[in-house]
């Protein structure tokens, strides 16, 4: 069996908001010193598979830095490792990818030129550890078309989701994209194995018809009925990390220890590329519970059930509660940072109050479905001044600056966009 991984990691993330202006979604920070696609990628390394290409489009620049060469995935290797795949405009009518599938469509010649009879279909969004070999095998033993891993979600979620129904041999009888009543609780995972053949066959034929050609649409349900498609259980932890809300919730959970989530297993390590820092430390009068605190963090407040990214400073006096906070962020003395998200070398001046009063039910003005939780949100780069107050909900822009608050008097009420 010949086995390349194809990464789709180009989406725009457009539900995480400011965390993804300035960044692919694969790109965002997770649990202080990862970024999100580090899963998918250490699970194919760990899995034996060598031979992966990663698709970007959407602010790729971050995420190309990030992967460089492969180094720390064990993948800048003179045959095979890791290859970045970007759209480009050509005279065969290369393009924009329209989606998923046309991204791996415009790409056939990657598998070509591996001679892979077997390719495997991930996204580089979701936070997961799994071992793809055992799908692989019994992609073998059923020679099957198509092979999806799938689990069970709550019922309430399920309009989020493809989903799957199976008869007793888990073969694959109807697909659902999104339904809004559900007779099945089965979720599609987005994790393919294909048969390299049927799938170049389904993308060329497809394409025809379909410029915005997806697997969830357009390819799954072609096969149905006309090929051996099976589902492959997962009872693993698995979790799309693509709404703020679910970043928040997750990252909550990894704190408080109430995670399925085991970044501590030495049998299947999560590789990331990280640069070299000293180690955290914590200043005497600090209080720290129940927090991550990665190398580079210097904390001389109080920080609870949070997380710090490498190079963050707590001033003396400051508290951060049930935050996280990326790389390089200042927080000035006094400050109160609560339930709130702070991107990269984010600076709050002293005494201000982040994540302000009770209202957590006025959801943001200006993104009311994608802010409504009470969680306020920091972009890169922002400098927030002294004594300021922000409620709830309130999105503050990338880089802006402190002439920015100046038409708030001081206090920026829950539900506010600032910049």
């Known amino acids: 069996m010949r086995v390349v991984a194809m990464i789709l990691a180009g989406g725009a993330g457009t539900r995480l908001g400011v965390l993804a202006d300035v960044r692919a979604k694969p ?15 250490s699970n194919c390394v760990n899995s034996g598979i060598f031979d992966v290409a990663v698709l970007t489009q959407y602010q790729p620049h971050s995420l190309n830095e990030h992967i460089g060469i492969g180094k720390p995935w064990d993948l800048d290797r003179a045959r095979g490792g890791v290859r970045l795949l970007q759209p480009y405009q050509a005279r065969d009518g290369q393009s924009w990818y329209g989606g998923t599938a046309d991204a791996i469509r415009q790409n056939i010649g990657y598998i070509r030129e591996y001679h892979a009879d077997t390719v495997v279909i991930l996204s580089g969004d979701h936070i997961y550890k799994m071992d793809y070999r055992p799908m692989l095998q019994f992609h073998r033993d059923h020679r099957a078309d198509l092979t999806l891993a799938v689990m069970n979600v709550r019922a309430e979620e399920t309009s989020r989701f493809g989903i799957v129904l199976t008869d007793e041999s888990r073969v694959v009888t109807n697909f659902l994209e999104k339904p809004k009543e559900s007779p099945s609780t089965l979720a599609n995972m987005g994790v393919y194995v294909f048969a390299a053949e049927v799938l170049v066959e389904r993308l060329q034929t497809l394409a025809q018809e379909h410029h915005d050609l997806d697997f969830g649409k357009h390819v799954v349900p072609s096969l149905l009925g006309k090929g051996s498609v099976y589902a492959y259980p997962f009872e693993g932890f698995w979790v799309d990390v693509g709404t703020v809300d679910a970043y ?40 720290v519970q129940e927090s991550m605190l990665c190398n580079g963090c210097i904390a001389r407040g109080q920080v609870t059930r949070s997380i710090l990214s490498p190079g963050v400073y707590v001033s003396p006096g400051a508290v951060v509660r049930e935050s996280v906070i990326m790389q390089d962020t200042w927080i000035g003395p006094g400050a109160v940072v609560d339930r709130c998200i702070l991107d990269r070398n984010v600076v709050v001046g002293m005494g201000t109050q982040l994540g302000y009063g009770e209202d957590y039910s006025t959801p943001n003005q200006a993104e009311p479905d994608k802010f409504f939780t009470g969680i306020t949100v920091v972009g890169l780069g922002a400098h927030i001044p002294g004594n300021t107050r922000i409620g709830r909900n309130v999105i503050i822009k990338p880089d802006v600056d402190e002439e920015a608050f100046a038409g708030f008097g001081g206090v920026a009420p829950s539900g506010a966009t600032i910049g």
């Open 27 to 41: 790109a965002v920070s997770f649990a202080g010193k990862f970024r999100v696609i580090d899963f998918t990628l």
């Open 248 to 287: 928040w919730q997750t990252s909550m959970e990894l704190v408080g220890g109430k995670s399925g989530l085991d970044l501590y297993d030495p049998s299947w390590l999560i590789h990331t590329r990280s640069t070299e820092r000293p180690p955290a430390k914590v200043g005497p009068q600090a209080v």
